[in-house]
């Protein structure tokens, strides 16, 4: 079904290829009823073996044949002795290595080679791993002979190392070869583990075998050999800046430490007698063993997401018992269990305050940045200065671009903001086709960067004007902002994840393309909306705000719904709370 | 040293609009070949070609041109006492063809001509220690096995039978460096493989667990100069992988960051304007797999001839609606 030409024919050739056809659809039927009746008498005999082979060379997906053969073979080990088994199965792995040759991406052939080693009586791993070399050498991208390397190796215990050096011949050769920068991808996590301790040297290379599931999530790798992938790295893009291969691998050795999984930030608000609690990742509180202590009390209360559609949410709010802290005059101690993680924050509400919280800054956390330890600065600052050599002879190469850029930000983001947006300029221009990637991206990072900057000044106002955003990302970060302003971007919504701003006051979103305020739900303080110049075209679009009690102030001039008729009398309907209405 | 960019040119003639009613008459006939050696070779796949044949002619709204008597006549002779469902008769059963059984019974709302007790008991009879799933009793394992059987299981309402916690564990151990999904834990990332395991996350509300962001961008990479789509880095565009990146974009949310002009007009070079159908590859050999492929891309992208499409189980909407079931998509 895959790359097969249409070529134009005579009718004459037509029928030719018409009666040919015909002659070798008699044959196939005869073989494959002949396989079908012996195998429904129970006959496991050497012809079986015969005429399943003829028709699986031509036909090797036909998976019931392998069955079939497997049947037999299982069959023959119980009648035949041990040397004897060991030669039909040999002659078994000669079939197989015509049948991959022929068609070298059958998933019935190489997993069928797989049950035959594994039933050998004495297994020939080494021929196996030559098998796969082979292989590779003709295509050298081909996952399935991969993935039978990746098992042999476990088998029979191949050393890590010596795999990661047959990446590096396999590079060494030709750098273009998305398959092996993958298995350094995995190999090097495995050799030279990122230490626990954050300063030691590598640990001693381990020289056994890989467990069962080599994959972790954080992949990370230490210090010292990632200093060695940047070289080799190099040496690649450098030789051929356009292959995307290095540029990936490069991209992941640039990645982040994994957060630690902890609550970030707990809030307590009197008024509405509600705690909101932030995490690092998204969770489900209903099923983690979330814990809420209140003045030595345990609690019982209901944790709900900030949006029916999440299951899973960084933030998660709940209702006090009405009473419970209402009193200012009284003073209370929080704590939020994560019981599940051991892990817990306290948060204490003093007499006389309306509200409280306790959190890490994202300055604490380093959330946007690399890491890598800050003394490897110098090597980041190094591998800047390679990039921008090779921008110089290559100017139009968006992977070399990309790349500069993502090392600037984990250099230092805000110092780097301007030539960042530069670059991502140009990036839309000669990448055209991933411009709203790059608008995205270009997005988060300066959502960072304004996020870096209000923790800096220590304010709780989130201001992001006329910086092109597309889209809105980190919202839990902003749990306890109270004034956003959003306006002059190409915003098209306000998502569901918006919800997550509990504390928010005033929102300024003018001059946008909104069409959707999905994420204005059950906002407890929001009284102020500007939403001039946007695309809100019907009432329905309006019906989020509805659930916001403290709404007074909503500006809607410039929008397609102020030409809807009564739209006076039906907004008073739908928000009474709303006294300043401009439209 | 490095390779050229493959890629295929569009030329300038190629097909720029929707030959639906060819593509009906091209399907219809298909099955009516019955004696025909390239079909007989393909026996051993039918019970997934009739998923294709049938799910494109719903999205065209042709549905009722196929003989619905007869196929649900050879599913039910296809299921076997252990409850899987084989290809064909006399072939062997497999998680494949038990979810492709399942997919065509939806289309006819007839799920209830298969004992579906047994196909659930078969189902998680195939789950192992380690959450993954074998696609038969012959034990070979693959995140393609892991989306059947929790698919198969969501279209007939029985999720909660397998164990959902450790089948997530063993997807999420496929996870790769670059935000991709492969075929087993170590295994390289791979469109296929992507969308199996990012339907498969959908399906068990398990999303969040996606990188988006870094899958995104290996996926959004996949788009070659001719506007098409290949599956890895380093290879052709293809009609079937353009459907398997773009479906997995549409389910992390990030469909935007591909220039879906540009791919309208690959998928619609794919098409044979003489017999009907697409093929993989402008002036290829045109099949029922990339036909389907073919249309159920224009409906993601939007076109408005086709009936909408569900990126995850690959079916028209309005069935999974009809047995109310709608899996998670990132917003
Ligand atoms: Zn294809």
Redesign the pocket.
Known sequence: ??GRVKVKSTAQQEEEKRKEREKKLKIYVAARDACFSKRKEGIWDDEALQVTQQLLSSNPDFATLWNYRREILMHLETVRDEEEVQKIYQAELSFLESCLKVNPKSYGSWHHRGWVSTRLPRPDWARELGLCDRCLSLDDRNFHCWDYRRMVVKMSGVPVDQELAFTDRLIGSNFSNYSSWHYRSTLLPLLHPESPEPHSPCREPRRASPPPSPQTHSHRVCEEQLLKEYELVQNAFFTDPNDQSAWFYYRWLLGRAEREEMISCVYVSRDEERVAVAFSRPVNAQSVGLLLVLDGQPQRVEWRSVHPRFKHSPVWICDLPPGTISDVTNEHNLTVHWTEKHTHRDCALYTGRSESWCRDSATDQELFRSELSVEKTSVLQSELQSCNQLQELEPLNKWCLLTIILLMRALDPLGYEKETLAHFQTLKEVDSMRSAYYSDLCSKFMIENTILKMEYAEVRVFSISDKNLTTLCHLDQLLLVTHINLSSNQLQRLPPQFAMLQCLEVLEADNNSIDNLEGLFHLPKLEEVLLKNNQISTLADLQPLASCPKLKRLDLRGNPVTQTANIESELTELLPSVTDLQL | MGTQVKDVIIKPDATSTLLLDKHADYIAAYGSKKDDYEYTLSEYLRMSGIYWGLTVMDLMGQLHRMNRQEIIDFIKACQHECGGISASIGHDPHLLYTLSAVQILCLYDSVDALDVDKVVEYIKGLQQEDGSFAGDKWGEIDTRFSFCAVATLALLGKMDTINVDKAVEFVLSCMNFDGGFGCRPGSESHAGQIYCCSGFLSLTGQLHQVNADLLGWWLCERQLPSGGLNGRPEKLP????SWWVLASLKIIGRIHWIDKAKLRSFILACQDEETGGFA?RPGDMVDP??TL?GVAGLSLLGDEQIKPVNPVLCMPEDVLQRINLQPDLLS
Do not use: A, E
């Open positions: 079904m895959h | 293809d009609v079937c992988y993989d797999f990339h492929f």
